[in-house]
């Protein structure tokens, strides 16, 4: 188990070892700016060393912080204990649940306390991402590449159906596409930030929209937590766009993409473009990435618009 705590000006940070990992020091610099969630992860696990023996390790850190720390503090974090105590801390509170999640889970880092409450270092936006079981995989990793680049904050939510579809469709895995985001919630952590309405994010997108979550939006039913924070994105009337590729289209599908539109959701069919003469399948996948963002209010480039000259 991990405990730390702060008392001005030293950081403690103490580490018991058994069938646990132990974070040593002296595993390289990691920029804490750059440095994804997944990345810091594989950075302590390549560090962690196994014991069987159970002990405390103290660990009384002054000074700069050490570099297999200074990966998990988040600037804004660390400015903001700095200007409240006119001193610079080892480690900064908020960051303990990345520390905690890494050493338990070092292949799935959810790292709570990245950005967490600031809403993204670059445009001050935050937007949730859905990607639930259905075919169009692609359509999702488009969206995440382009709010990455536009410096948007994501919070990401993986359905288990979404994970065998992304084994079929995609080159990379699971962890790729989590390495596009800020914060990676688990679909079964109906206790997580975004599943109240309380928590600041500015919409959220369903990509794709499995036929299932559809009905669940639809409906209110609020058995995980993508569709929890569908929902709450709904009644704190927030954008929700959800993104159907399966076609063609049942009878109960239409029902519901009516159910959806009526309680306030963006019903989008997958289905790009061609007046801008698309040259490959990245264009396509823009297309409909464009229109997306277009709902969700975030300013973008990525594809041509009717009529606009560049």
Same mark, same amino acid.
């Given at each position: 188990m991990v405990d730390a705590g702060l008392e001005f000006p030293h950081v403690y940070l103490v580490v018991t070892i058994g069938h646990q990992r132990q974070v040593p020091q002296g595993l390289g610099?990691?920029?804490? +700016?750059?440095?994804?969630?997944?990345q810091r992860a594989r950075l302590v696990e390549r560090g962690c060393q196994q014991d069987h023996a159970t002990q405390e390790v103290p660990f009384h850190p002054t000074?700069? +912080?050490?570099?297999?720390?200074?990966g998990f503090v988040t600037v804004p974090v660390r400015a903001g204990v700095e200007q409240g105590h006119a001193t610079r801390p080892g480690v900064g509170i908020d960051h303990l649940s990345s520390i905690r999640a890494a050493l338990r889970y070092p292949d799935v880092v959810r790292s709570e306390a990245s950005n967490a409450g600031t809403g993204g270092p670059a445009t001050g936006r935050r937007i949730v991402v859905g990607v639930s079981g259905g075919s169009g995989i692609v359509y999702a990793?488009?969206?995440l590449? +382009?709010?990455?680049?536009?410096?948007v904050a994501i919070d990401l939510v993986v359905s288990a159906g979404a994970k065998h579809v992304i084994a079929a469709e995609l080159d990379g895995s699971l962890h790729d596409l989590e390495a596009l985001a800020d914060v990676v919630h688990k679909d079964t952590d109906l206790g997580a930030s975004i599943a109240s309405g309380s928590h600041r994010f500015d919409g959220m997108a369903i990509v794709p929209c499995s036929a299932g979550t559809l009905a669940k939006v639809a409906q209110g039913f609020t058995d995980t937590l993508l569709t929890r924070a569908a929902h709450v994105t709904l009644k704190e009337r927030r954008p929700l766009v959800v993104v159907v590729r399966e076609a063609p289209y049942s009878r109960p599908m239409l029902v519901n993409m009516l159910a959806a539109n009526d309680?306030?959701?963006v019903v989008m069919p997958a289905s790009p473009g061609f007046y801008h003469r698309p040259q490959d399948i990245e264009d396509l996948l823009g297309s409909v990435t464009g229109r997306v963002l277009d709902h969700l209010g975030v300013p973008h480039a990525r594809t041509?618009?009717?009529k606009e000259e560049a």
């Open positions: 610099e990691v920029p804490p +700016t750059t440095a994804s969630a997944v000074g700069d +912080t050490p570099g297999v720390l200074e990793r488009d969206l590449r +382009t709010l990455r680049a536009a410096g309680a306030g959701a041509p618009r009717w």
